[in-house]
């Protein structure tokens, strides 16, 4: 049972504009992060809804799809569009009319055919926007602690209590971890291989990855391991974080990290269910590194510019984010109150960084040492914001 509602009203705002200037507005996400709700609040006629995954919705757009399709007005909501690939083909000439009346909002679960499909077919004419889970900006400050802890899925973060949370997260793993992944991936892992997989995967969150290492750990080859991972990039359920490179006379390390995009899919995994739970378990910290890290890129909007920065001497910055000529850094720290440490100072005096943030549990802004500032998380939108200005 969901007990409350959030207004997405930046995502509500972006789309607005997007269908003004745009033909085709596709949302991408994984299931359940609340496409198919805001995509319905812009067509309210039933007639105008399609969602390909319903027998009866296929019924209705059959034997014509175009004809179907183009003799509408408005705008028209089509659900989880890459199942029928031959619908990029129909739209484009739909849009090229110059009669047409009618925008389309498209959506799909992530499928990387979807982005490829829409790329090649409808170039200079669709808009991809990228839809996630809650973040700090949508829940407040405030609720930053449930948020970390359930994760920002709706029905995870709004669900009544603890158990139908725990029990939303169930079904999430069965019907769409153990089904449509397996089908993106191309491959059929049995069950309890695959929550093997799934795991060690959890156990990698913010840790630099290591295919062979997985690979081995399963008795699977390399190339099955890297798909999966590849798969669950491509769904927006695991960012792959990059490693900063500049010539500062020291030898980094290459291999990227990984982290679950929602801490609650992570605390499922680790069977991870209370506070108590998440403070006390050996990868807490680990977790607090994903939650800041995924709400900093989210409310920066840097996703495609973003990176982390590790010697092999030991020095490090858990986040990177150019901005115009400047260079910000960011270390998430699960105490209330952070100390600065030497690897701090010597990464910033490296890379020259403009600023560095230490994100923590507290409740003071403080500074640190020159450029060096400790920020807690219920002012982490200011901050962002601060920086974007």
């Not at 506070?275 to 807490?284: A, E």
């Not at 800041?292 to 973003?306: F, K």
Request: contains cysteine.
């Amino acid at each position: 049972m969901i007990s409350d509602f959030i207004a997405r009203k930046g995502f509500y705002d972006t789309v607005e504009q997007s269908l003004k200037r745009f033909p085709v507005t596709a949302l991408l996400g994984p299931r359940q992060c609340g496409k198919t709700s805001l995509a319905r609040l812009f067509s309210p006629k039933p007639e105008n809804r399609f969602d390909i995954e319903s027998p009866l919705d296929l019924v209705r757009l059959q034997p014509d799809p175009m004809g179907r399709l183009a003799s509408l007005e408005g705008v028209v909501v089509i659900d989880e569009i890459q199942l029928w690939p031959e619908l990029f083909n129909y739209l484009r000439v739909i849009v090229d009319d110059p009669g047409c009346r009618v925008r389309f909002l498209i959506t799909g679960s992530a499928s990387p055919d979807l982005i490829r499909q829409t790329a090649d077919t409808l170039a200079g004419r669709v808009r991809l926007i990228e839809l996630g889970g809650f973040d700090l900006s949508e829940t407040g400050a405030v609720k930053w602690e449930q948020l970390w802890l359930r994760g920002g899925f709706p029905h995870s973060f709004l669900a009544e209590n603890g158990d139908a949370c725990r029990e939303w997260w169930d079904s999430f793993l069965k019907t769409y971890l153990f089904r449509d992944i397996q089908r993106l991936a191309g491959s059929t892992l049995p069950a309890p291989r695959l929550a093997q997989l799934l795991t060690l995967f959890a156990h990698y969150h913010g840790q630099t990855w290591n295919r062979d290492e997985v690979a081995r750990s399963l008795g699977v080859d390399t190339k099955t391991v890297q798909r999966y991972l590849d798969v669950f990039a491509e769904a927006y359920l695991i960012r792959i974080l990059t490693p900063f490179e500049k010539n500062v006379g020291k030898r980094i390390r290459r291999a990227p990290r990984i982290f679950f995009r929602d801490t609650g899919l992570l605390h499922t995994l680790l069977r991870i269910h209370t506070r108590s739970d998440l403070l006390t378990h050996d990868r807490g910290g680990a977790s607090w590194e994903g939650f800041v890290v995924e709400n900093i890129v989210r409310m920066l909007d840097c996703g495609d510019a973003c990176y982390f920065w590790r010697t092999h001497g030991g020095d490090e910055i858990d986040l990177l984010v150019p901005r115009g000529d400047k260079l910000y850094g960011f270390e998430c720290k699960m105490a209330e109150k952070p100390r600065i440490t030497p690897s701090m100072v010597t990464a910033a005096k490296d890379l020259e960084l403009t600023r560095v943030f230490v994100i923590h549990r507290g409740d003071a802004r403080w500074s640190l040492a020159e450029n060096v500032e400790a920020v807690p998380v219920t002012q982490l939108l200011e901050l962002c914001a601060e920086i974007k200005a």
